[in-house]
């Protein structure tokens, strides 16, 4: 939202006011309360008929600096508000900084992190954010204030600067320009596709190139004005009396995103299973469980390995979404179904969202037990968009939490093994909550409630490790209720763009686990449409065939899309021991599964702007295809690339224009990398350290690589391998007692290894085998 008319004039009926120095202070050990008038102060009278903002500083981690700026402070708490995790009790108030003082210089330190301000008074108001010595960021000038407009309204309004070159990224699953400078956002729940700058996932943090993020603590509306109103300045707005938010150190991005999960919260787990292919039923198309039974065993007949099938809307009656009763006419014998569905070694996934319609028999027992969100004059919120009469579960009632989640739990005893929670952004205004909560802090939160309670009930009934949603919608901390996909997207290379820029600024938010819709939602893709996005999807973390008014089979588009869906999933399938390694480093420390390039290269400049290529993993570089003759542009770092599907290798640093079939596509290894292949590529799990062959790209003379191969449930290693080079010798040690292979790219082997233990002496390109109980192998490299 803008207040100023240029750099000079305020809008018509906007007046601002702004902290410009500190008349006082309360300094404790750990926390710096400043008090700030909005005008100068030459003697006692000015101190009359002026506000006089309180401005509190504290760290509630190590490396993280919270600030609350406030006008008036006596307004009722509002609820809902975030759950932050610190080691104070969670709730973001933590002692953990520490206050020096010297002279008329106040500095508060977390970690390498400092707040620096000066209080005499005659120093202009400024907060100084540095971090070993060098400046992040600072407040300064019409940085901390508050407005008001012609309607009444109060702003609590706050900016930090821009340093040369600096780009900002985050704010959620955006599909405006990846870089956000220059851009308005306003962090607002909307349904609005991919092709606008709606977003289903808005989440009010940031982080930038300068080494920090900031997260505004204010689950409602934030508006975002990103070197937009002011060029060289980041401001944000809420209507509020009050405005918390914290910077937060890195020195890199990982090490900001590891910060932020920290205090939001980090992701659960998915389980292994789900990182196989996902086959929907799509959603107006017609389907019956004959039609479910003939896509299944033509995958069978495809030999494209399946993981889940999911139920789209219809598997419940029409015009009653939700009831959670299977629609007897299509589907009468459900039970019998899902379980023949398990025999053939598939988990099951129906479609769910928080309304019920008023033709659905939960509409009225909702309503008799108060259940349903209400208006303020006590009657039931009602309209006719999506279902006709439908109301919205009213999800700040632990009973009526309860009760969705026991009409859920009907379906996992038939055998139902996950939800897809589609919807949860329209939430409306003109309302009263159960618990009282604020009607504009509860839009953006609510899709929050709405997932808890379908996560919560599957982790209890499948156990811990089992739980995953398929959700659309989403705030902070909604990342720890994983799985998350994009939305309603169209049939295009440019929406499959759009997509891919979406789910890495939600990545750049703390989500470490994002999904699309292979083939788009919207329309029909042609064959190389499909074809692409098929590869693009199976180097995601979680993969799902899923359309509108057209199935996703691959048979639909051609002989070649079978063969292009067969290659990628089995590839995705032997790479399970390096996805699920990915995995938990989202679950551990916040690191996404796809990572845009500035998160693993921050200091290549080349690397910023990048959003048509990512990171999977690690080591795996992955630039999708967005054109029908199969022309790329993508860029490498330094070093030497190696393309594991076709053994090319690249050099960096600089731009590469290749023309890829539809068999393969630029995915190329990291220099140095030691990459563990799974033996399996029937299904995602398996033993993966049974069989497992390690490759190994280039490594660099002196290079130590330590290699751990998961086990499936996620409870430790299964194995751990150690890759040196010394000169000419390749040596790996490991504790595994299972067979295992080393498959060496870009070094020939060459001559004798003499009598280590396990060396061998194999033609150059051939694989070398390590039969069970082998704890080193010893290659000498030309």
Known sequence: MKFTDGYWQMRPGVTARYAVSVADTDITDDRVTLYAPVGKVTHRGDTLNAPLLTVDCWSPAEGVIGVRVTHHGGRAPRTPRFALRTGEGGDGRGGSGKVVREGTTVELVSGELSLRTGTGPDEPWRLDFTAGGRSLTSIGARGAGFATDGDGRHFMVAQHALAVGESVYGLGERFTPFVKNGQTVDIWQADGGTSSEQAYKNVPFHLTTRGYGVFVNHPGQVSYEVGSEAVGRVQFSVEDQSLEFYVIHGPGPREILARYTALTGRPALPPAWSFGLWLSTSFTTSYDEATVNRFVQGMADAEIPLSVFHFDCFWMREYQWSDFTWDPDVFPDPEGMLARLHERGLRVCAWINPYIAQKSALFAEGM??????????????????????????????????????????????????????????????????????????????YTQLYNETVFALLREVRGEGEAIVFARSATAGGQRLPVHWGGDCESTFEAMAESLRGGLSLGLSGFGFWSHDIGGFEGTPSPAVFKRWVQFGLLSSHSRLHGSKSYRVPWDYGDEAVEVTRAFTRLKHRLMPYLYRAALQARDAGTPVMRAMVLEFPDDPACHPLDRQYLLGDDLLVAPVFTEDGTVDYYVPEGVWTNILTGAQVTGPGWRRETHGFGTLPLLARPGSVIPFGADDEGPVSDWADGVTLRVHTPADGAETVTTVPAPDGSGAAAVFTTRRRGAELTVETDSPLPWRLLLTGAAPTGDTGSAVGAVDDPPGALHSAPAGTPRLVVRLS
């Open 368 to 445: 008799a037990a108060g259940y349903l969100l209400k208006r303020p004059d006590g009657d039931i919120w009602q309209w006719d968009r999506w279902q006709p009469g439908m109301a919205l579960v009213d999800f700040t009632n632990p009973a009526a939490r309860t009760w969705y989640a026991e009409k859920l739990r009907v379906l996992l005893d038939q055998g139902v093994d996950c939800f897809k929670t589609d919807f949860g952004e329209r939430v409306p205004l003109d309302v009263a909550w159960h618990d009282g909560s604020d009607p504009e802090r509860m839009h953006n939160y």
